[in-house]
């Protein structure tokens, strides 16, 4: 019923810059805490960043100065946007809802993107 759409993964040079967003669809009330993990080969899952219904933000110590996470909630997106890239941001990132309530129930439930491909190669 709720389903995320992630679009703007794709392949950068370093220094490059991509940004990338993820659309929550559904009769969707609200939603805690949007945020953006990633994968890279050989690796686990890392936090790189949230936002919170606030706007509360959290980021990885990695991407400091570097990645911006952004929410517009009438439109239930999050966006990441990814400047200075380098060749260790390659990985699959993957969107989050975090507390999310449909306008149908009462109940709180978390979800997953299917994950977009980020390389960072010369």
């Known amino acids: 019923q709720v389903q995320l759409v992630e679009s703007g993964g794709g392949l950068v040079q370093p220094g490059g810059s991509l940004r990338l967003s993820c659309s929550a669809s559904?009769?969707?009330?609200?939603?805690?805490?949007l945020g953006w993990y990633r994968q890279a080969p050989g690796k686990r899952r890392e936090l790189v960043a949230s936002v919170t219904t606030g706007g509360s933000t959290d980021y990885a110590d990695s991407v400091k100065g570097r990645f911006t996470i952004s929410r517009d909630n009438a439109k239930n997106t999050v966006y990441l946007q990814m400047n200075s890239l380098k060749p260790e941001d390659t990985a699959v990132y993957y969107c989050?809802?975090?507390?999310?309530?449909?306008?149908?129930?009462?109940?709180?439930?978390?979800?997953w993107g299917q994950g977009t491909q980020v390389t960072v190669s010369s």
């Open positions: 989050n809802a975090d507390g999310v309530r449909e306008s149908s129930s009462w109940g709180k439930y978390m979800y």
């Open positions: 559904g009769t969707i009330f609200s939603i805690d805490v």
